[in-house]
């Protein structure tokens, strides 16, 4: 087992009616900014419960976080921070709108001139605004975890930030908010929650047993929930499930004392950011492809997998690696994702494209760092 640091500060608040509870989470002398989304949050109710659960607060309201949140847009947001002496912020939304306001929170106490180092240069946060989190789409795990994701259209960049800084004070969890996410989006929350596990799960045997079967709950629950999601998101037993999987996949339990892999997120952001995919969607594009070109080096791992997850007790180590690869494509489809490229329009020329972004970033990715842009051209290949 490898050495590890766990710790996670964010209070879990989950259950019918959670969001009343707000009111007591904040002390009544905190300035508030609370930020959102394109506008769910008007149209589910949520907004008015947030509203009546601050109505003894001080607020102003940030709206317009958009999907792949941009530099651009969350540098307004600090503008209207710093001008209302705003000293605490409620993210309300998914995980675009929470990694947003992580980002808001370190920048508006930073004094350098160009904050957006702060997203490269993650020791430059050394303080940040305190954060709270009403999550409504479960998916990223944002709401109880230090990571978060900014994207920036003008350089075409998109790029994750890592700060103990970045923990959310509170997360509040109510499983009814979710009943009127669009199918897509329930899709996405499925397939990406399964990734988190996947990347912390999917190297090498060994290390930990109890994370192994950990992740294996986790993944097994993701298996049987998915298609009850997509049938009926309005049954409120089948989305606590799921929300609680998408918090638990991505708040640092798993990743306890195993080695991680990270490549198909890392390499995945350049489909989001050069042609517009979800960032699940680009998982789900990734990841088959990267198991085959990996297979030899993950074997022994997919052979547990193959019969702990999916159950396969005959064959050679190879037959059932290969099945097990099959299955996990075989799921994402089930869930309605397209596993190719082209499948989404994207031009043969994108595989150079990425090849050549990423020779000059240098950077290597994977368990064994292996994963860099020769690779990568490989596995783009073999997905497209
Ligand atoms: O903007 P609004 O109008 O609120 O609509 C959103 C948005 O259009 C909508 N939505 C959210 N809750 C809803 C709802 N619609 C109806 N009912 C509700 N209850 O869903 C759309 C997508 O929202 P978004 O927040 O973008 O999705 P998601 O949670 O998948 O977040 C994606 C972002 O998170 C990053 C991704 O890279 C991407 O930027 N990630 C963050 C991680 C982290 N912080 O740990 C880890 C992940 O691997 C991921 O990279
Ligand atoms: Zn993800």
Known sequence: ?????????????????SIEQLNSEITPEKRIMVCFGGGSAKKNGVYEQVKQALSGHFTVEFWGIEPNPDYDTVMKAVALARENNIDFL??????????ATKFIAHAIPYKGEDAWQLAIHNDLIKESTPLGVILTLPATGSEMNHRGVL????????????????????????????FTLPE????????????????????????????????????????????????????YDTMANFMLCATMALNGFTGMGVPQDWATHRIGYELTIL?????????????????????????EKLAQYAERVWGIQSGSITEKADLAIQLTEGFFRKMGMKTHMKEYGIPPEAIDIIYNRLKKNGAVYGENKNVDAEMARKIFAESY
């Open 1 to 17: 087992m490898e050495n590890f640091t766990f710790q996670n500060p964010t209070r879990l608040i989950f259950g019918k009616g």
């Open 90 to 99: 409620l993210a309300v939304g998914g995980g675009s709108v929470i990694d």
């Open 151 to 178: 994207s920036r259209r003008k350089t075409k960049e998109k790029v994750s930030f890592i700060s103990p800084f970045s923990f959310p004070k509170f997360a509040i969890l109510d499983p009814v908010v979710t």
């Open 184 to 235: 897509k989006q329930l899709t996405n929350g499925v397939v990406d929650s399964f990734m988190h596990i996947m990347e912390q799960y999917m190297t090498s045997t060994g290390n930990s047993v109890l994370m192994d079967r950990w992740a294996e709950g986790v993944l097994l629950s993701l298996i049987e929930l998915g298609p009850k999601v997509l049938a009926d998101k309005t049954d």
């Open 275 to 299: 042609y517009g995919l979800d960032h699940a969607e680009t998982l789900a594009v990734v990841y088959p492809a990267l198991l085959k070109i990996l297979k030899n080096q993950k074997m």
